[in-house]
């Protein structure tokens, strides 16, 4: 008597794309992220297969997000984040960077195809303010029809609502 059953345990599977909401009024669940960083961990874990939509339900986020360069972005597969109502006062992510190390809302660190769309972005620090920060050579990322903030009373670098570093021509 031959058994020919196999039983594979710990393969991960990418994401497949689609719509998927960010709303922490709902459960976490395989379609529902409670917050930014919630999806963001979960496409750096899986990564994805195909494009991504993330519908941001209206609400103020308080979060600083380091975004890496995500297993399986491509042009054929990308992240947008976009206001759920497609009104941009309707979603606000929000961050008060205190350090020049981690100066910034959004971190785009090595991201690709990443888009924020219909949204508002702000920096609430007073010394250190950028909002979003491209770094380790971030490339074919999209900021579109957005409300960028920044709060800093300096002109120094520190301050900017966009910055590139030398490793980001």
């Not at 991201?111 to 979003?132: E, P």
């Amino acid at each position: 008597n031959w058994n020919d059953t196999v039983l594979v345990s710990g393969i991960i599977t990418a994401m497949d794309g689609g719509v998927f909401t960010i709303d922490p009024a709902l459960p976490a669940s395989s379609t529902n992220f409670v917050s930014f960083q919630d999806a963001l961990d979960t496409m750096n874990y899986y990564g994805i297969c195909s494009s991504i939509i993330l519908d941001v339900a209206s609400g103020t986020y308080n979060e600083q997000l380091k975004i890496n360069n995500i297993p399986g972005s491509s042009s054929f597969a990308t992240i947008t984040f976009r206001s759920a109502t497609g009104n941009p006062a309707d979603v606000n992510l929000t961050y008060a960077p205190t350090s020049s190390t981690a100066n910034y809302t959004v971190n785009m660190n090595g991201a690709q195809y990443v888009t924020f769309k219909q949204m508002t972005i702000s920096s609430t620090g007073t010394s250190y303010s950028r909002v979003f920060n491209y770094s380790s050579n971030a490339s074919y990322n999209t900021i579109d029809s957005c409300i960028i903030k920044g709060e800093g009373g300096t002109t120094s670098t520190n301050n900017v609502l966009v910055f590139s570093d030398a490793n980001n021509p």
